[in-house]
């Protein structure tokens, strides 16, 4: 969808997008509380109202508003935090100005519960029978020993640096970031020897390999000084591992259709976690910055429940038989 907005408001929205970036955010979330702002921006223009004059009243009419444009609850809520975004902006140069966006929410959004349908024990043995011959597969079973015994994500995984392993203690580091917390968990014993191997034998080979000159291969678009702060890095040299790990769940879908994603493990491991440790405990062990995303979990452990129930319940043991029944 594209955006017209009034000079004026387009010079508002530069300083904001300057704010965004300082603040690190990524280009597309920028573009999108650009815009949304932006849209709010153009309200105010169209109701000669100042930003700095706004309040919770003008607030609930520009809610209205929204509903008149048909944006749905969690459209309009992500307006809105863009808006508290650019008003957080605003008092960084006034500390007067009132966010009249602050604590506001529109309720009644349903969140999606994450779907677990794989069984953690399936998840295990999906890594214990994962092969490990070429450089590859030695690197993707590293990969994927930390999604399904530490849950991590693939934002994680990207941002781990080899110093974030702690194989004497047998730990690891896992960084925190906007979304998660840091935290530091347990290795397996059986994890421990797999990545000791791809630390100092497999990564050591695989950069090698990237760095060593090649026909028809530009040695100024590999950044070597990124690579060696990554902990997994892809065989050719390009420092996203989207491609690598495309690759990889093509192969684990084979084996099992139900594990597609990184999310998907992820989902049926803290499902896992919640049937063995307390609420807090898992919240620290995902990184999760708020309760309420940990309880969103709870819901798969209510349903495996339910179907135990089901299977087991004593009306369900019975078989109907051919039989007269008269009355």
Not at 85 to 103: H, Q, R, V
Not at 223 to 247: A, M, P, V
Request: charged share 25%; hydrophobic share 30%.
């Amino acid at each position: 969808m594209k955006y017209n907005f009034s000079k004026e408001v387009e010079n508002q929205l530069k300083t904001f997008e300057s704010h965004l970036k300082r603040k690190g955010y990524n280009p597309n979330t920028i573009r999108q509380k650009r815009n949304y702002a932006g849209c709010f921006l153009t309200w105010l223009e169209n109701e000669r109202l100042p930003a700095g004059e706004a309040r919770y009243n003008d607030m609930l009419v520009f809610i209205d508003y929204c509903n008149l444009e048909s944006f749905g609850k969690k459209h309009i809520n992500t307006v809105l935090l863009s808006i508290r975004n650019y008003y957080g902006y605003l008092k960084t140069t006034d500390e007067s100005i009132t966010n009249p966006a602050i604590n506001l929410y529109i309720k009644g959004v349903v969140k999606k519960i994450p779907s677990s349908g794989t069984n953690y024990r399936e998840l295990e043995t999906l890594y214990q029978n994962c092969r490990a011959e070429t450089l590859r597969d030695k690197r993707n079973k590293a990969i994927l020993g930390l999604l399904v015994y530490q849950g991590i994500t693939t934002e994680e995984l990207r941002q781990l640096e080899p110093g974030h392993l702690k194989l004497k203690e047998g730990k690891i580091y896992i960084p925190g970031s906007r979304k998660r917390n840091s935290r530091i968990l347990e290795l397996k014993p059986s994890q421990i020897l797999e990545l000791h191997g791809y630390i100092t034998e497999t990564r050591p080979e695989i950069l090698n390999g990237i760095t060593a000159p090649k026909p028809a291969r530009k040695p100024d678009r590999i950044n070597k000084t990124k690579l060696e702060n990554q902990l997994f890095i892809s065989t050719n040299g390009s420092e996203n591992l989207k491609s690598s790990l495309l690759h990889m769940f093509s192969g684990i879908v084979k084996e099992n259709p139900h594990v597609g994603s990184a999310k998907a493990i992820r989902a049926s491991v803290i499902t896992y976690w919640l049937k063995s440790h307390n609420l807090r405990q898992v919240q620290y062990m995902a990184g999760h910055k708020y309760v309420s995303s940990t309880e969103r979990y709870q819901a798969n452990n209510l349903e495996d429940l339910k179907k135990g129930l089901e299977k087991y319940h004593p009306l369900n043991q019975l078989e109907i038989t051919n039989c007269d029944i008269q009355f």
